[in-house]
């Protein structure tokens, strides 16, 4: 009954207001985009394959496939969509690359305070039965300098909102002009410097042969002692090894870290140490990215499947 409909397949768990985007122009199926075989089956017959990061859209999973015209990312990261094999097979790919910018920063911001101040440490203590005031002394951010690595949309938001705790923010970015950072208030240097001068990072990039282990042992020997570090961009940015051993060692004094070089991450040398917080990839998991993501991803698709041109979001 459905048979001249587009099917549109939804391979992750998508935002209520996505799936209420399509109304009943296209047939929305169901399946479970981990499931390796039950997604090779069910892309066969699908105009349309929408996804989060866990489900790999790779050549096995387009060559699967002649029906497919359009993968859609709800969200910005396309690490699981291998977009040259979609391009070569004419199938076109949209994210929603502005989607989460703003839940991505204030869950870096999130985290840097909860380092600075120890909340998840002092939680778990308290609630243990234990009141130990003098063992969570934290820090201030106020008067500190904050050094952004990254001053792309999610970078300059972070560094908005640091100004707001009286900070002195400084930024890395080769792509970015120090005109356009002044107009921030934030000063441009170079990495060496930024690593010198600053008493917390973040870490705003995306990942990158360039950028892959851009924070590694000899980038962590050039920092202050006791800074922080906090990366809710990518993992393998940082790498987890090095910075465990320059937390174990007392040079870092501590880190916020969202995101592994490994995902699902269910272990890493950093878990169990000492003032480091971490999180399951949850920098873009607000009720608000996640409705975004979902219905402009969802509106592209419709766009995309009738034939109209696509805008950039
Ligand atoms: C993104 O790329 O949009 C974020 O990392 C969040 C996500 O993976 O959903």
Redesign the pocket.
């Known amino acids: 009954t459905n048979s001249t409909k587009p099917v549109v397949l939804l391979a992750e768990k998508l935002a209520p207001s996505a799936v209420s985007v399509f109304s009943d122009e296209v047939e929305v199926r169901h399946v479970d985009g981990t499931d390796r075989p039950a997604l090779l089956d069910a892309v066969k017959t699908a105009d349309a394959l929408l996804v ?2 866990a489900t790999k859209v790779d050549a096995e999973v387009l060559n699967a496939t002649n029906t497919l015209k359009v993968v859609a ?5 396309l ?1 699981n969509v291998d977009v040259p094999a979609a391009t070569e097979r004419g199938v076109l790919v949209v ?2 690359p502005t ?2 910018i703003v839940s ?1 920063a204030e869950h870096a911001v999130a985290l840097l305070l909860a380092v600075a101040r120890r909340v998840p440490a002092a939680d778990q203590s308290l609630q243990a039965g234990e009141w130990k005031r003098s063992a969570y002394t934290g820090v201030e951010l106020n008067g500190k300098t904050i050094g952004v690595v990254g001053f792309g949309k999610i970078g300059q938001l972070v560094s908005q909102r640091l100004a707001a705790f009286d900070t002195k923010l400084i930024a890395y970015d080769p792509y970015t002009s120090a005109a356009r950072a002044a107009q921030l208030g934030v000063e441009l240097v170079s990495l060496d410097e930024l690593l010198q001068r600053a008493d917390a990072i973040s870490i705003h990039l995306p990942k990158t042969p360039e950028t892959k282990g851009l924070i590694d042992a000899a980038a962590l020997a050039k920092t202050k002692k006791g800074v922080i570090i906090v990366n809710a961009a ?1 993992g393998g940015l940082v790498d987890e090894q090095a910075l465990a051993t320059a937390i174990r060692e007392g040079h870092v004094g501590g880190a916020g870290i969202d ?1 592994f070089e490994k995902e699902p991450a269910t272990e890493s040398p950093l878990f169990g140490l000492p003032n480091v917080v971490v999180t399951p ?1 949850l ?3 607000t009720v608000e990215a996640q409705d975004r ?1 979902g219905t402009d991803v969802a509106r592209s698709t419709l766009l995309a499947l009738r034939g109209d041109f696509v805008p950039d979001a």
Do not use: I, K
């Open positions: 989060r990061s990312r709800a969200g910005v990261g690490d994210n929603a989607s989460n991505a990518r995101v990839h920098g873009a998991s993501a």
